[in-house]
């Protein structure tokens, strides 16, 4: 068979040239002329036993004579032979060898055979037996030889199909006088060294030869001397495979290895896109796009919401853009740009397909879908792009956008390796645009929960100036189980509250918002700071009973703690109550910092009942400081709570300073940027209000004090300039006093409080509560708390020492 055919097991990452293959050179009639080192290691017969004796003498078994004559005879008829055979050791055993059997040429013809053996046994169980020998697969070997001045005496007809060098030209040559070149100098050196040494040169020459600059083969030569019986050099012989496969799937695995390593580097869908174009450019393609679809979120306007350009829809925006030239001029739309395709168009068709499209020469004759987009068209004819694949991102059976690769300097048009090449790199981009997609919406839900958590503006009214900060452990999902507030009651006094919740994360958010939504609820009906504790400390225990009876993995009982104020500017009084919490720091206008002694309850969720909460009364100076705060700003992993809390102090000694400079000048302290729990800080600048502003009467129990409550009343409100309120004011004061006098006990007094808004308060020794009536029409009473409610913006009751309170708001300025 012309060209050598041999079968090479698939299990050997070399074809012939090997570490440990034996070669041997026989004449025409049978006789050994080469011997190989390698093969006096194989069969035990040293050079000068083997040189100038009969191959089937030394190498058959007795008897076999016959045998060995015919399978030359097959050799001949064949101009080759590969496969498995018995051959005798020097020390009488039998070898199981696979044979390559080729001609070589020299100036006379076909008349010498170069044999290449392999140990069946260096070979591993499942290529050696019958089934894997069969399935071989066929390598075209090029064989040459070569004398001691480096001449070539032989060739096979393969050399020839891998150089593209003639035979006529090659014999009596040397190979710098066959093809000139610093290629074949470097080669030739090789050739000497082998030849002085005696060592062979395995697997070198590698890369694409200059005849085939289109990079469709690739081959490896290795190199071995040839010796007579005394080891003296005959010369050399080289031995060239083609590892066009090899070296193809060595050239992917490397740029797979590389990209894997520079892909997906953060968890931006943007950056992902322009890394899978820089990376592909010059490398596979002259000029590379990644366009996402709006299914992916960039955190930018919706494509859905950009208006259509003409019959063209927006579809994808860009999210890398390569180009080996600068600036990438082939480009129609920049990155973060929107990018409008015709509706019929290999783009629209990788997307409804989910199939890859690659064109050799991209067709762009009247008639087809170009004809829709001639600016396109302008610029493939500008830049010469002649070739094109259209690779879909696919990634969870979900199509995200769609690769474009294209070649305009480089002359060979994309082959179905390029495409395989070109889809194994868009997947490994499309996991990583997949895990930056699932995680912007899962850190924008999560941003969205704590941002319907947290209060999005503080107002402390006309009873403090506030300031906060929150750092939540989790700084890239931005939740925590912190949480703050401020709370504006009746009477112009104002709620401070700061907690935490046990954990960090989803879980912690939401049991903080339950919470947080309790603290409110609570807060609006006016409960004292120890109550409204007390009424908190079984909602994180019933919340984990509700967790437990859903389906699902349970979670453990999140325990929290809490500290709650309640300041009243009229009194400058305020009272506080804790759960297990740090207590506040207090600091005066001189700038002395104390940190209250109270009594520290138990964190919420225990069980240890109402009693395990207590509160204290304060009065503070006005413009006072108070700092609540949770213990992630005052504890870490190498500072325990009094070091922190010693710290703390330090920075609070400047109270005269913006609050907001000084809640930043607090965080600066904390050691670490990325605190390893969450942080809270709430700071309120105490207000009071003027005894102008306060307005209070001690009224007897008599029905006829209601009419001078009411001139009382109006009185106080002209000279506070606010007579549009006199009427309304008016029915108030009348029902809320006729309403105590006939239901409560004890005294009673009338108090009005101007601030944001006007309260009126009438407060009794009675505990019961005035209720909302629905009276009948025929009924004479009952209507007294219906109409007060109907005349204000807000009415409520809270309880007090000596009885209870009974308010209504109304704002400065009516409603029109």
């Given at each position: 068979?012309?060209?050598?055919?041999?079968?090479?097991?698939?299990?050997?990452?070399?074809?012939?040239?090997?570490?440990g293959?034996?070669?041997?050179?026989?004449d025409?009639?049978?006789?050994?002329?080469?011997?190989?080192?390698?093969?006096?290691?194989?069969?035990?017969?040293?050079?000068?036993?083997?040189?100038?004796?009969?191959?089937?003498?030394?190498?058959?078994?007795?008897?076999?004579?016959?045998?060995?004559?015919?399978?030359?005879?097959?050799?001949?008829?064949?101009?080759?032979?590969?496969?498995?055979?018995?051959?005798?050791?020097?020390?009488?055993?039998?070898?199981?060898?696979?044979?390559?059997?080729?001609?070589?040429?020299?100036?006379y013809?076909?008349?010498?055979?170069?044999?290449s053996?392999t140990?069946?046994?260096a070979?591993?169980?499942?290529?050696?037996?019958?089934?894997?020998?069969?399935?071989?697969?066929?390598?075209?070997?090029?064989?040459?030889?070569?004398?001691?001045?480096?001449?070539?005496?032989?060739?096979?007809?393969?050399?020839?199909?891998?150089?593209?060098?003639?035979?006529?030209?090659?014999?009596?040559?040397?190979?710098?006088?066959?093809?000139?070149?610093?290629?074949?100098?470097?080669?030739?050196?090789?050739?000497?060294?082998?030849?002085?040494?005696?060592?062979?040169?395995?697997?070198?020459?590698?890369?694409?030869?200059?005849?085939?600059?289109?990079?469709?083969?690739?081959?490896s030569?290795?190199?071995?001397?040839?010796?007579?019986?005394d080891?003296?050099?005959?010369?050399?012989?080289?031995?060239?495979?083609?590892?066009?496969?090899?070296?193809?799937?060595?050239?992917?695995?490397?740029?797979?290895?590389e990209?894997?390593?520079r892909?997906?580097?953060?968890?931006?869908?943007?950056?992902?896109?322009?890394?899978?174009?820089?990376?592909?450019?010059?490398?596979?393609?002259?000029?590379v796009?990644?366009?996402?679809?709006?299914?992916?979120?960039?955190?930018?306007?919706?494509?859905?919401r950009?208006?259509?350009?003409?019959?063209?829809?927006?579809?994808?925006?860009?999210?890398?853009?390569?180009?080996?030239?600068?600036?990438?001029?082939?480009?129609?739309?920049?990155?973060?740009?929107?990018?409008?395709?015709?509706?019929v168009?290999?783009?629209?068709?990788?997307?409804?397909?989910?199939?890859s499209?690659?064109?050799?020469v991209?067709?762009?004759?009247?008639?087809?879908?170009?004809?829709?987009?001639?600016?396109?068209?302008?610029?493939?004819?500008?830049?010469?792009?002649?070739s094109?694949?259209?690779?879909?991102?696919?990634?969870?059976?979900?199509?995200?956008?769609?690769?474009?690769?294209?070649?305009?300097?480089?002359?060979?048009?994309f082959?179905?390796?390029?495409?395989?090449?070109?889809?194994e790199l868009?997947t490994?981009?499309?996991?990583?645009?997949?895990?930056?997609?699932?995680?912007?919406?899962?850190?924008?839900?999560?941003?969205?929960?704590?941002?319907?958590?947290?209060p999005?503006?503080?107002?402390?009214?006309?009873?403090?100036?506030?300031?906060?900060?929150?750092?939540?452990?989790?700084?890239?999902?931005?939740?925590?189980?912190?949480?703050?507030?401020?709370?504006?009651?009746?009477?112009?006094?104002?709620?401070?509250?700061?907690?935490?919740?046990?954990?960090?994360?989803?879980?912690?958010?939401?049991?903080?918002?339950?919470?947080?939504?309790?603290?409110?609820?609570?807060?609006?009906?006016?409960?004292?700071?120890?109550?409204?504790?007390?009424?908190?400390?079984?909602?994180?225990?019933?919340?984990?009973?509700?967790?437990?009876?859903?389906?699902?993995?349970t979670?453990?009982?999140?325990?929290?703690?809490?500290?709650?104020?309640?300041?009243?500017?009229?009194?400058?009084?305020?009272?506080?109550?804790?759960?297990?919490?740090?207590?506040?720091?207090?600091?005066?206008?001189?700038?002395?910092?104390?940190?209250?002694?109270?009594p520290?309850?138990?964190?919420?969720?225990?069980?240890?009942?109402?009693?395990?909460?207590?509160?204290?009364?304060?009065?503070?100076?006005?413009?006072?400081?108070?700092?609540?705060?949770?213990?992630?700003?005052?504890?870490t992993?190498?500072?325990d709570?009094?070091?922190?809390m010693?710290?703390?102090?330090?920075?609070?000694?400047?109270?005269?300073?913006?609050?907001?400079?000084?809640?930043?000048?607090?965080?600066?302290?904390?050691?670490?940027?990325?605190?390893?729990?969450?942080?809270?800080?709430?700071?309120?600048?105490?207000?009071?209000?003027?005894?102008?502003?306060?307005?209070?009467?001690?009224?007897?129990?008599?029905?006829?004090?209601?009419?001078?409550?009411?001139?009382?009343a109006?009185?106080?409100?002209?000279?506070?300039?606010?007579?549009?309120?006199?009427?309304?004011?008016?029915?108030?004061?009348?029902?809320?006093?006729?309403?105590?006098i006939?239901?409560?006990?004890?005294?009673?007094?009338?108090?009005?409080?101007?601030?944001?808004?006007?309260?009126?308060?009438?407060?009794?020794t009675?505990?019961?509560?005035?209720?909302?009536?629905?009276?009948?029409?025929?009924?004479?009473g009952?209507?007294?708390?219906?109409?007060?409610?109907?005349?204000?913006a807000?009415?409520?009751?809270?309880?007090?020492?000596?009885g209870?309170?009974?308010?209504?708001?109304?704002?400065?300025?009516?409603?029109?």
């Open positions: 068979m012309d060209g050598t055919e041999v079968m090479v097991p698939k299990a050997m990452q070399w074809p012939v040239g090997m570490p293959a034996a070669i041997a050179v026989v025409a009639e049978g006789v050994v002329v080469g011997w190989t080192q390698a093969a006096e290691r194989l069969a035990g017969y040293p050079a000068a036993e083997a040189v100038g004796r009969p191959a089937a003498d030394m190498l058959s078994a007795a008897g076999d004579a016959a045998k060995a004559s015919a399978f030359a005879k097959r050799c001949r008829a064949r101009c080759g032979w590969s496969g498995p055979a018995a051959v005798r050791h020097r020390d009488g055993g039998t070898l199981d060898l696979s044979l390559q059997v080729s001609p070589l040429s020299g100036q013809g076909r008349d010498h055979w170069l044999i053996a140990d069946m046994a070979v591993s169980p499942g290529a050696a037996n019958g089934s894997v020998l069969e399935s071989l697969i066929r390598a075209p070997i090029g064989i040459s030889v070569r004398d001691l001045e480096l001449r070539c005496t032989w060739v096979n007809d393969a050399m020839e199909l891998h150089d593209g060098i003639p035979r006529e030209r090659r014999l009596h040559r040397r190979l710098t006088e066959t093809a000139p070149g610093a290629e074949s100098e470097a080669a030739e050196e090789v050739l000497r060294q082998v030849l002085n040494s005696g060592r062979p040169a395995l697997d070198v020459f590698q890369g694409w030869p200059p005849a085939f600059r289109r990079r469709e083969h690739a081959y030569t290795s190199v071995f001397r040839l010796e007579d019986a080891g003296h050099a005959l010369g050399v012989y080289a031995m060239c495979v083609d590892v066009t496969d090899r070296e193809r799937a060595r050239e992917r695995l490397a740029i797979l290895n990209v894997s390593t892909i997906g580097s953060t968890l931006d869908v943007m950056r992902t896109g322009q890394e899978l174009a820089d990376l592909t450019v010059p490398l596979l393609a002259d000029f796009t990644v366009d996402l679809t709006d299914s992916v979120p960039l955190g930018e306007e919706p494509l859905a950009l208006a259509p350009l003409g019959d063209r829809i927006p579809v994808f925006r860009r999210a890398g853009l390569a180009s080996i030239r600068q600036g990438g001029p082939e480009a129609r739309w920049e990155r973060g740009e929107a990018v409008f395709v015709p509706p168009s290999p783009f629209t068709h990788v997307l409804s397909s989910g199939k499209f690659v064109g050799p991209q067709d762009t004759s009247p008639g087809l879908w170009c004809d829709q987009h001639p600016a396109g068209v302008e610029k493939i004819h500008e830049y010469g792009t002649h094109c694949m259209v690779v879909p991102i696919r990634a969870r059976d979900e199509v995200l956008g769609v690769a474009v690769f294209m070649r305009t300097e480089n002359p060979v048009p082959e179905e390796d390029d495409l395989l090449l070109a889809e868009v490994l981009a499309a996991l990583s645009l997949d895990n930056a997609r699932r995680y912007a919406r899962e850190r924008s839900a999560a941003l969205t929960l704590q941002r319907d958590l947290l999005q503006r503080l107002n402390g009214g006309d009873a403090v100036e506030v300031a906060s900060r929150y750092l939540p452990a989790d700084m890239h999902g931005g939740v925590g189980g912190d949480w703050f507030d401020v709370i504006q009651l009746s009477g112009a006094r104002v709620a401070l509250v700061v907690g935490d919740v046990v954990g960090h994360g989803i879980n912690a958010a939401a049991t903080m918002g339950r919470l947080r939504t309790a603290v409110q609820t609570l807060a609006a009906m006016d409960l004292p700071p120890d109550e409204l504790l007390a009424r908190l400390n079984d909602l994180p225990a019933r919340c984990t009973e509700e967790d437990a009876d859903a389906k699902g993995p979670t453990a009982v999140m325990g929290a703690t809490c500290v709650y104020a309640v300041y009243d500017p009229v009194t400058r009084r305020c009272t506080i109550a804790r759960a297990g919490h740090p207590p506040p720091a207090i600091i005066d206008p001189d700038g002395h910092v104390t940190f209250p002694d109270l520290a309850g138990t964190p919420l969720g225990l069980g240890l009942g109402p009693f395990a909460f207590e509160a204290v009364e304060l009065e503070l100076h006005e413009g006072s400081v108070l700092a609540f705060y949770t213990d992630g700003l005052i504890e992993r190498d500072e709570i009094d070091a922190g010693h710290r703390l102090s330090t920075v609070l000694v400047e109270p005269c300073l913006p609050l907001e400079d000084l809640c930043t000048a607090v965080v600066d302290t904390l050691q670490s940027p990325a605190p390893s729990d969450d942080v809270t800080l709430l700071l309120a600048r105490t207000r009071t209000l003027s005894p102008s502003q306060v307005a209070s009467w001690d009224l007897p129990t008599d029905p006829a004090v209601v009419s001078r409550a009411r001139s009382m109006v009185r106080q409100l002209t000279e506070w300039g606010l007579q549009d309120l006199a009427t309304t004011t008016e029915l108030i004061v009348s029902e809320l006093v006729t309403n105590a006939l239901h409560a006990t004890g005294p009673i007094s009338l108090r009005l409080v101007r601030h944001q808004l006007l309260t009126c308060e009438v407060s009794d009675s505990s019961s509560l005035p209720r909302l009536c629905h009276a009948r029409t025929t009924d004479e009952g209507r007294g708390i219906f109409i007060a409610t109907q005349s204000s807000r009415l409520g009751t809270r309880y007090t020492t000596d209870k309170i009974v308010w209504a708001e109304q704002e400065l300025t009516p409603a029109n």
